[in-house]
């Protein structure tokens, strides 16, 4: 985060409690115990604060279980368990997978923390404080469930006997969850503000992606253009400026890093933009570099670093450790929102020439410097697919994207066949991590193909 505070709470997930001993002690890592603290407002405005901590290690591997699994990225030298990414080729033992099921589930776990103390808050921070942790439990359920599919749903701090909170729930009931938290969430949060903070603004933004991904394209339309006609937010003029100019109009949600600083940064930014080191863990595919127009100037300027055309400029750090990078991680920006609305009118379709949709799809090719339709011109599922893989170019949605749009299996298959690799559409979910399998005594059941 951008500030600082005094760390008191649980760190290990909830998930990650099945893997300890049964003498495991549950007090927070604090003097003060976990029945003399949440005493008054001040102390719960830290476990709310400790959200958005927990929330800082959801991205330093997200890349891998996204953009490495889809066309878009690979690694620089086929590195380990890295590998296995990009080669369609995950294991349950692979310790990415099983770091990003416990990050998230810490974040659930913090989440609830605050929820469950909210009674103690005495002036009007409540409602604040409960919209806050509603949306970033909502927001690591989704994370949860686009990656592995069905997983338990945790809505209360629990522990190591409440067993009923341990097998996997449908994704169906996952989403109905999260959409509850985040339509709360979005009624209780104000409007604008810090980025770095929850707003209603982000609350709705997620809250279209979730239904664009359950099928519900008039209720994400809806709050797409709730955002939009609000206007709260904005296209910058300038693409780079969106990474660049941190915390700008376009930014709806973001997670924030300082450089330099041991506890408050992250080294996704070395793993892109490695330096020329042996490392790189996200590094520029061939495919995805002769997907970009040469006529796509402005773009391409931040999307491929001037260092190495193989690494990527949106994230070049600023820091003088590379390793300690200051980078912020954008969960959510306008331009996602304008083509998540042209998604919406398409409602599943395969083209439309709704003026509407056409409208915001041209504001992002504007943008960029692009050519854009005409009145009467048709926008495909495919030119609305190939524009989010370029705008939002490893920002992690591509794999995400093509599942919600129907395209995975035919463009991953064709992908992965010409890297010489084999692609199975039980490859689109990661396994459950088997150390939560083994500790669960099998309440927790596997994924197909695994």
């Known amino acids: 985060m951008k500030n600082k505070y005094i760390y008191i709470l649980l760190s290990c997930s909830i998930l990650f409690l099945f893997s300890c001993e049964e003498s495991l002690e549950l007090d927070p890592i604090s003097e003060i115990g976990d029945s003399g603290f949440y005493t008054n407002t001040a102390e719960v405005a830290s476990a709310v604060v400790a959200i958005y901590d927990g929330l800082q290690a959801v991205p330093l591997r997200e890349f891998a279980l996204t953009e490495m699994r889809s066309d878009n990225t690979e690694t620089k030298s086929s590195e380990g368990d890295w590998a296995q990414f990009e080669s369609f080729d995950m294991q349950a033992t692979n310790q990415a997978i099983g770091q990003y099921w416990t990050a998230n589930y810490n974040v659930i776990f913090r989440a609830n923390k605050v929820l469950e103390n909210l009674d103690v808050v005495d002036d009007g921070s409540k409602q604040q ?5 509603r949306f970033a439990r909502a927001l690591a359920h989704f994370n949860l469930v686009r990656a592995y599919g069905d997983v338990p749903i945790v809505d209360r701090v629990i522990i190591q006997t409440d067993t009923d909170y ?8 996952v989403l109905s969850v999260i959409e509850s938290d985040l339509t709360a969430a979005a009624s209780l949060l104000s409007s604008g503000g810090s980025v770095y903070k929850a707003s209603s603004g982000a609350a709705k933004a997620l809250l279209a992606k979730v239904k664009l991904t359950s099928g519900d394209y008039g209720g994400a339309q809806s709050l797409c253009e709730e955002i939009i006609n609000s206007g709260t937010y904005s296209l910058q003029e300038n693409y780079g400026d969106v990474f660049y100019n941190e915390g700008n109009a376009e930014i709806i949600f973001a997670i924030g890093y ?63 450790d590379n390793q300690l990078a200051g980078n912020d991680w954008i969960v959510i920006r306008y331009a996602d929102v304008l083509l998540m609305r042209a998604e919406a009118v398409m409602a599943g379709g395969q083209t439309t020439t709704n003026s509407t949709a056409i409208g915001a799809f041209n504001e992002i090719r504007t943008r960029a410097g692009l050519s854009t339709l005409g009145e009467g011109e048709e926008l495909t599922l495919q030119m609305l697919s190939d524009e989010r893989r370029i705008e939002l170019a490893f920002e992690n949605h591509r794999l995400y994207d093509l599942v919600r749009m129907g395209l995975a299996q035919t463009v991953l298959g064709a992908f992965a066949s010409s890297e010489g690799y084999t692609f199975e559409p039980t490859d689109l979910l990661l396994p459950i991590p088997q150390a939560e399998i083994n500790v669960s005594q099998g309440l927790l059941t596997q994924n197909p193909g695994y």
């Open 129 to 133: 404080f409960e919209g806050e942790a």
């Open 166 to 173: 341990f097998s996997r729930d449908p994704v169906s009931q």
């Open 258 to 320: 300082l450089d330099d600083d041991v506890n408050e940064s992250q080294d996704f930014s070395y793993e892109m933009t490695a330096l020329g080191s042996v490392s790189g863990l996200n590094f520029i595919t061939k495919d995805f570099t002769a997907s970009v127009s040469a006529d796509d100037a402005t773009r391409s300027a931040v999307l491929f670093s001037s260092n190495d055309p193989r690494e990527t400029g949106k994230f070049i750090t600023a820091s003088s």
